[in-house]
């Protein structure tokens, strides 16, 4: 008889390229040092924008947050807006009651790995459409525990309380074909410290302490060797010494801005939402219509010189909008533009009057593994594949912000201080560290999308769609 596949997804949220395999070096993970020595260590890509929630959905539904049509934590639909203040789909903050939505936001096409893989667990993880609440391990007492970790900042009994609602499974008759499980406090941690913080560091060892409890219970049932290991982040994360508030700068700027969480103001003439703090999408309101404005349109709407202002700020590392032609983009920063186009799936990069994501030049790429493949070892990974996918969306914006390392775009109203971001396009928050218990899998370059079709391919079902590629 054939012995049943299992798959133990562990999300460290926040966990960092760099930090990961110093702690192993030291000595301090070694439960996750042994899966490595049984498996393979690399790194992946996540997505843009690079933060919790819309960065589950790669490894959840094999798709990106454009596909999606959830471009950020926060997000804003000028059609919608523009439509009826009184619109519960013109704006939303996942940071929130409103992360409710997540799931229905969603399209309703696109199944999660919750509803294709059977016995499905799910912790701590806001993407839990058609799961049943005795399969959510998390969501009883979770508001409180979150709101309590949020404001006192004592993170790591979320993760321990996590881990022992997996134990408490696991020592039942129950099976289980799916257990994915988030554990958030490396990411808090380093928002609110450092990400080499003695707190942050504590926050790994959990996550490592649970995996050895977990793979001795799963080994004494005797399913660890048909069972596929799996972790991850969503994203990396950087220190922040610097704070520009995005909204606060469009109005003083005269284009005065809806933001969460001053959402009812009269007569805005933008709005802007942030995810991750180093993420940010204008959307301009000061101009008749409902679209999306490429190039020209935004310099009517907001001005060169409001445009060329912005981007000298210290905290805009640069800003990406629409090309007046289907399918272009520009790169724009203090040295100038790039142009990044997409026709018949070959992928171009070209910098126009400056090199913006020093790529060394023109690079012209087949297909977006291959411009993944060309770009992976940059400063900005994928960024040229990862633009594209955003900007399929309206909801991405008229501009986005991609924040300098060092910087955000959130304020007044980021309490506690955040002291680390995330969201941006640089490689230290869209690489992110990739374990699994297996050899010999392919070893080209990997995106957070591809454990999808991954984890399908190990259980022996085939997705109907996917912009991911298995590994196995």
């Known amino acids: 008889m054939q012995s049943k596949k299992r798959v ?13 395999p110093e702690l192993i070096e030291q000595g301090l993970l070694p439960n996750i040092k042994r899966i490595i020595d049984e498996g393979t260590y690399r790194k992946a890509t996540t997505c843009f924008p690079s933060t919790t929630g819309p960065a589950y959905l790669p490894f959840l539904t094999g798709h990106f947050p454009g596909t ?68 959510d391990l998390g969501k009883k007492g979770k508001g409180w525990m979150y709101t309590r970790a949020h404001f006192k900042l004592r993170h790591h009994p979320v993760d321990i309380e996590g881990h022992r609602r997996i134990m408490e499974l696991l020592n039942t008759d129950k099976d289980f074909d799916f257990l994915f499980a988030v554990f958030p406090s490396v990411d808090w941690d380093s928002h609110y410290h450092h990400i080499r913080d003695e707190r942050t560091i504590e926050a790994y060892k959990i996550v490592d302490n649970s995996l050895g409890e977990v793979r001795a219970k799963l080994e004494e049932k005797g399913w660890w060797d048909d069972t596929l290991f799996v972790m991850t982040s969503d994203h990396g994360l950087t220190p922040t010494t610097k704070h520009l508030d995005l909204g606060d700068w469009m109005t003083n700027n005269g284009l005065k801005s809806v933001y969460y969480p001053v959402i009812w103001k009269s007569n805005p003439k933008s709005a802007v939402m942030i995810s991750g703090n180093s993420f940010g ?53 203090k040295n100038g533009k790039a142009k990044i186009s997409v026709l018949d799936d070959v992928f171009t990069y070209e910098p126009l009057t400056a090199d913006v994501l020093k790529y060394g030049g023109k690079i012209t790429a087949t297909g977006h593994r291959a411009i993944l493949e060309s770009t992976f070892d940059t400063d900005y990974p994928d960024a040229v594949f990862q633009i594209y996918q955003l900007f399929q969306s309206r909801r991405a914006g008229d501009i986005v912000i991609s924040a300098a390392v060092g910087h955000d775009l959130r304020k007044f ?60």
């Open 8 to 20: 133990l997804f562990y999300l460290i949220d926040g966990a960092h390229t760099e930090v990961l």
């Open 281 to 333: 999408s204008i959307h301009l309101l000061n101009h008749n219509g409902d679209e999306v404005l490429r190039e020209q349109g935004i310099l009517n709407a907001m001005g060169n010189d409001k445009l060329e202002l912005l981007i000298m700020e210290d905290a805009v590392d640069f800003a990406i909008y629409r090309g007046n032609e289907e399918q272009t983009f520009i790169v724009h920063n």
């Open 68 to 135: 999606m049509d959830i471009t950020g934590i926060r997000w804003f639909d000028k059609k919608e807006f523009k439509r009826t203040r009184f619109n519960k789909n013109a704006m939303r903050s996942y940071c929130g009651p409103e992360a409710a939505w997540f799931n229905s936001d969603m399209p309703a096409d696109k199944p999660t790995l919750f509803e294709l893989m059977g016995e499905s667990y799910n912790l701590y993880n806001m993407i839990t459409r058609n799961v049943p609440d005795e399969y």
């Open 413 to 472: 109203w980021e309490y506690p201080e955040h002291v680390g971001s995330h969201g941006s396009l640089h490689k230290h928050h869209i690489h992110v560290p990739l374990i699994y218990n297996q050899k010999g899998w392919a070893d080209h370059a990997a995106r957070t999308a591809d454990l999808f079709n991954t984890i399908l391919k190990w259980k022996g079902i085939t997705p109907k769609s996917s912009e991911g590629e298995a590994l196995n």
